[in-house]
């Protein structure tokens, strides 16, 4: 099976956001010697707000930027279909999903964690948001598609 350009080189950008932050937890965790615990609701009981540690560990830092990278890739294949100009509405969606994803990491116990959590999300973006944008190719006809969007294709 012979793979397209654009999909080794999507695929190669996805497996490197995957790794970025695996990095980054390497580096704070088992070499710097931090804890990386956020505080998470517990599960509903009628009248509390209570809230239990989760120690942020690699399985879950790897499964979490691996679904990111795949849901991006996907994301944008499907802008491709949909608009000519697939590579700015990319970045239009990617940037401001980035800068909500940096909520999570204020669930961190610690400023040391948060620190490191939100390392770990600019680590995705800073491969995946770019990476994906540069493998954009404009397929589109040159007179912009107007010609595919007339009626009846006259």
């Known amino acids: 099976m012979v793979l397209r350009r654009e999909t080794r080189r999507r695929g190669a950008v996805a497996v490197a956001a995957t790794a970025a932050p695996a990095v980054v937890w390497l580096a704070a965790v088992p070499i710097g010697g931090l804890d990386i615990v956020a505080s998470m609701p517990a599960p509903a009981t009628p009248g509390t707000a209570a809230r239990h540690a989760v120690t942020v560990g690699l399985p879950a830092v790897v499964v979490a930027a691996a679904t990111a990278s795949l849901a991006g890739w996907?994301?944008?294949?499907?802008?491709?279909?949909?608009?000519?100009?697939a590579g700015p509405v990319w970045l239009g969606v990617a940037l401001p999903a980035f800068i909500l994803s940096l909520a999570g990491p204020f669930m961190a116990t610690t400023t040391a964690a948060m620190l490191a959590l939100a390392g770990m999300h600019l680590a995705v973006a800073a491969v995946l948001v770019p990476g994906l944008a540069l493998s954009w190719q404009r397929s589109w006809p040159r007179d912009g598609g107007a010609r595919l969007m007339r009626v009846g294709g006259r």
């Open 74 to 85: 996907v994301l944008f294949s499907l802008l491709e279909r949909l608009t000519p100009l």
